[in-house]
Structure formats: structure tokens, C-alpha cells
DNA sequence: GTCTATATGCGGATAGAC
DNA sequence: GTCTATCCGCATATAGAC
């Protein structure tokens, strides 16, 4: 069948792609892992950046609009001072861990996937991959400029960028972590609730008006 | 002169692996743009990955030293409860940004590099990269558990995780978000500053027990 | 140390039979 | 929709003259 193809492309190429890399992987290694003929992509997806293209929609869409349904949720069942901090910041940050939990081993790489894309600093790649993020982040600077509204406009973008790193360096690493320290395994919901803690916390922050010289100059030097 | 091609060559690639990647990045783009001859990349660093060593090796090496030894002045004058969270973190994280500004231009485009370079989850590349950060891990790990002393072990290491991944994300990106929002643009020492507060709240953030069933359910709904 | 020329292989993509 | 065979360019790396 057309679509089981198409499917067994997906996943290998997801595969692929966070294990090695995109630039790094070749349609012969995935075609070949996902047991169709080399010709099948282009038939299917046209080309190799349309393929990745496919790879990084077929989760991204679930994974944002869940982010949005869980804020407009909040939104809807809050008085007039808002969602909590601490909400907003969960419905940001927990469904890529609860949809990787859904989709169990073939959507286990794809946070991989996602950790790369994220550092990811073409100019061409940033234009399409930021556009689709365009909409997520205005809900999400409004809720949080509500929750938090003694950080000024910059720092408030500032704090949202740690937030994405902390969570996006999470994704790509957790698996990695684990190896190499057994003790900190985390199920995905206390990893969740671990980062929702650190980035609350993070966004609600006084920043210290000064530093005091005598101080600065100790540690500088 | 020698060493000029070597530099000119360390400083193209350096400049390539940042705005385009490793892979996507070719020999002759590096030689093409550094005005050496093709050939010439072999003769001095043997490989490409040797390239890509030697460009992470340049900057890298005095980053961490001056990580070290901020910590180590930090411990040296403060008494027996230890230096503070946020000097701890500051001098984690603001070597890369005080050196980048002290490299100027050419020094640049390496926060992007390492920016690359922390989102590549490839096995092999792991195990080479990691081992550079042992030591720096050792002692950051055994410094911030004094000054968190609530922490245990799992969530330390997980949260020196979340402050990694914003500090990383910060690196590779600072020059875009700046771009998109002219009024988030912040000088080296403020962005330091505000990654500090960041990451030195979230790092002290006490982790609540459990989350309100009621509150819970409404949310993931 | 620097250059030209080239070996050698892999890459994405497609034409055209079935 | 699936396959084989192939086009064609670009990649890294090196041999060998200067």
C-alpha cells in the first residue's frame, strides 16, 4: 500500500535524521532501513528537503495545536488575572514529552530531531521553520506578559528564548543523560514537571538591579 | 606564512560551520572563501573532522580554562559555606560571551558553532566532545550541589542540564531574536546578567511535592 | 608550503520498463 | 506505485611538480 511506504519512510528518515543528522544521512541509508526502493522518496515526497519537510510537520502540527488547546483551556477557566506562571509554562513545555510518550518507539527520535532543528541557524531554514512558530509565540508572550508583568518586553523575550533552549537542549539529550548517570532517570511526567519548575522559576526572577563592584571585580578577575 | 593560512583556514571554516553547518559546509567553500589553495586544508589539519577539531579546540580551550579559573577564585575567597549560586553559575556561563566579545568578529560566529555543536547527538561525536567537559562538570557538579545543598543528585544533574540548554540556545541565536525585535538587543553583559538570573532561579527553585490532582485534569484536558 | 590535476566514490534526482 | 539503471555533479583526499 501507498501510505505504508510513505509511513515507513517517515519513520526511518525521522530516525535518520536524529541519530546522524540531516545532511549527514543519505535517501540510500533511509530507503534502505525502511526496506523500499531508492525512488520511492522522490515518488512520494519529491525531494530530500521535502522529506524532512514531511518528517518535521507530521509531529509538529499535533504537538503545537495541543499547545494552543491547553492554552486556550487555561485561558478559558481563569478569572480575570490569568492562567498561573506555572500553567502557562506547562502548557508550553509538556506536549513534545506527553506526544512522545503517545507515540512510543517511532516517535521516540523525533525530540531528537526537533533539539537539532532547534540549533539550527541557516537564514533560508529560519525564514519557514520560525514562521510556523509565529502564532504559538504571540499567545504565549501575551499569557506570559499577564503572569509576569514585571519583566519588560525584552527581558520577557529574552527569559522565553532560556525557556525554548532549556527545554529544546532536554529533548535532544534526555536519552543520553540517562545513560550516563542511571540515578537521574525521570519518567517524561517528572521531566516535564522538572523544566516547568527551573523555567518558572527562571521567568519569575527579579534581575538584580546592580552588581555590586567590589564583588564583580573579585569574581572578573 | 604558515600559520596565516592556517588562521585564515580556521577562520573560514569557523565562519562556515556557524552560518551553514559541518556537513552542508564543503572543503572548497572554506579554501574558496579563506583565499588558500584546495589542498591546502590537508596539508595543515589532515581531515576535515580534524578541521572541525581544531576550530572547537581554539576557542574552546580558553573558555573553559577561564571557567575554571573563575571557580576557583570564587572557592579561594569565600569562606566555608562556599561561593554563592550566582557566582557559581556566572562563572559557568559567561566566559563564552565575554570571550566572543574580546575575539570580536572572527570570534563572532563561534557561538554559533558550539551552538551546533551542542545539539549533535551522534554517538561517536558524544563520547569525544564529552570527555572535554569531565572536569568542568566535576567541579561545577560539586560546587553547585554546596550552594543547593536541597538538591539531590538526579535533579542537579538535570537542572545543570535546563542551564546548559539555555545557555547554548542563547549562543546560537542572540544575533536572530535580536534581529526580530530590536528592543530585546542586549550587550554581552546583559545578556550574561539575565541568563544568570535565569538560570541561578531556576537552579534554586524548590520542586513542589505533587501536583493538585483537580488542577491537573482541567489542565491536560 | 603551495599549487594543479586527478583518483575515487557517493550524493540526489530521474527516465522509462513493468 | 514500484523497480532498475543511469545521469551527472560534487565531495574528500592525495600524488607529484614546483
Redesign the interface.
Known amino acids: 500500500m501507498a501510505s505504508d511506504t510513505k509511513n515507513r519512510i517517515l519513520d526511518a528518515a525521522e530516525q535518520q535524521f ?7 544521512t543519505s535517501l540510500r541509508d533511509i530507503t534502505k532501513k525502511a526496506h523500499v526502493n531508492l525512488a520511492a522518496v522522490n515518488y512520494h515526497f519529491g525531494s530530500k528537503e521535502a522529506l524532512l519537510a514531511a518528517v518535521l510537520d507530521r509531529r509538529l502540527q499535533p504537538i503545537n495545536e495541543r499547545r494552543l488547546q ?1 492554552l486556550d ?2 485561558e478559558s ?1 481563569s478569572g480575570n488575572e490569568g492562567p498561573s506562571l506555572r ?1 502557562i509554562v ?2 508550553f513545555v509538556s506536549p513534545p514529552f506527553e506526544k512522545q510518550q503517545e507515540w512510543g518507539d517511532t516517535g521516540q527520535t523525533f525530540l ?1 530531531v526537533l ?2 532543528v ?6 533560508e531554514f ?1 525564514e519557514v521553520f520560525m514562521s510556523e512558530y509565529e502564532l504559538l509565540y504571540q499567545r504565549f508572550t501575551a499569557a506570559l506578559s499577564r503572569a509576569v508583568p514585571h519583566l519588560g ?3 520577557l ?3 522565553m ?10 529533548m ?2 534526555s536519552k ?2 540517562v545513560l550516563r ?1 542511571p ?4 519518567s517524561a511526567n517528572e ?1 516535564i ?3 516547568v ?12 538591579l546592580e ?1 555590586p563592584v567590589e ?1 564583580r571585580r ?4
Chains 1, 2 share one sequence.
Do not use: C, K, Y
Not at 536524529?18 to 549527514?24: H, S, T, V, Y
Not at 519548575?197 to 538584580?208: C, M, V
Open positions: 536524529g541519530d546522524r543528522g540531516f545532511a549527514e491547553l483551556n487555561l477557566q500553567e506547562r502548557a531528537r533539539g537539532r532547534h540549533g539550527e541557524t541557516n537564514d529560519r518586553n525584552a527581558d523575550t529574552w527569559r528564548m532560556f525557556m525554548v533552549g532549556s527545554m529544546a537542549f532536554t535532544s539529550w543520553s543523560i548517570d540515578t537521574a532517570s525521570l521531566t514537571e522538572s523544566l519548575t527551573f523555567a518558572s522559576a527562571g521567568l519569575a526572577a527579579e534581575q538584580p552588581i564583588t573579585r569574581e572578573v578577575q
